[in-house]
């Protein structure tokens, strides 16, 4: 049965996160998966999960079933985390949302449910996208096609291009889009280009389907949900799949959730009925722990407030690094302009270097990133700072 199989290459992203570990340099940098870390290079425990984590095990009475839905709750106050109070409330007949194994777990399961819906339907993603994103939604059986998105020269997004792209895009047709902090080049889309996208969806009739991985790392938490509440509010479908590894450090408690708008509360509950299903189908139900964290934290003023503080500290690092390695290259002497860097949002920047002096970076300087050149700017340091910056300045040299 297995005899024929032969091993395959190590995933782009995970697998820089084990070369990382065997490597025995004192130097070594890891800007490679996208985890936060604070200024000693630690993936801490948020102080308001430690808490809830605290309460739910002292509190917790049962560990039964729970249903392909999980909680109702954390479905609800994550729904709202999203989309506000407002439209979470007046969405509300034609809405669902489904706890679900992280994000990626999130994706699948709407990939899956859209592909029973409309076998083989076409997702135009963006290029470039996160790497996972194609086998999440192409082994569900979806058709990726590509948009254009970023120009690699003037570190900019190629909006002309895009929406010409998009043109094509039609009833019964997906857009994928981040919400924010697009992974990988960090480069978002602004207010006026959201509204361009909405109107054109209107348009067309396409459904946009908005992966939002990265809220409250951007601009805040409100702020990065710019484009999932215009598009909410205008569009009569719309597919949101959310993740709380990021903004609440839960990464390997696999916490995310799928929300689905639909024209009709009729259609949302065939929908809905059709994602229970769906996900039965594949893993029953989500891990409850991480969630049930959310859910208290969201659910409880003073946990709540804690939390958004540190996120907000954690947002103010990353982008205070941002300028800090723009401004570090340059006083260092590197001619080429880095200093879109700064402008850019969330974890990720592409450092616009080529495959051979990543590797460089990599084998040489014991420097982890992706072979794309993207980095991810938490992983800097004021410890770590300078080597890497003399070390970017000897490989581009
Ligand atoms: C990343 O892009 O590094 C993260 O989303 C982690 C992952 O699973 O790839």
Known sequence: MFQHLSPLAADPILGLMSAYRADSNPHKIDLGVGVYKDEAGDTPVMRAVKEAETRLLASQKTKTYVGPAGAALFNEEVAQLVLGKTLAASTRERRCTFQTPGGCGGLRLAAEFINKSKPGARIFVSDPTWANHI????????????YPYYDYGTHSIRFDDMMATLQKAQAGDLVLLHGCCHNPCGADLNHEQWVAVRDLALKNGFTPFIDLAYQGLGDGVEEDCYGVRLLGEALPELVIVSSCSKNFGLYRERVGALTVLCETAASMKAAASLIASTARGIYSMPPDHGATVV????????????????????RERINGLRTLLVERLHAAGVERD??????????????????????????????????????????????????LVNSIKKVIA
Do not use: C
């Open 135 to 146: 086998p999440l939604l192409g082994d569900a059986g979806l058709q990726i096609e590509k």
């Open 295 to 314: 859910e208290m934290i969201l659910q409880d003023s003073a946990l709540h407030a804690d939390w958004e503080q540190e996120l907000t500290q954690m």
């Open 338 to 387: 880095f200093s879109f860097i700064q402008h850019e949002k969330g974890m990720f920047s592409f450092l616009g270097i080529s495959v051979a002096q990543v590797q460089t970076l990599v084998k040489d300087y014991s420097i982890y990133l992706v072979d794309s050149s993207r980095i991810n700017v938490a992983g800097i340091n004021h410890d770590n700072i300078d080597y």
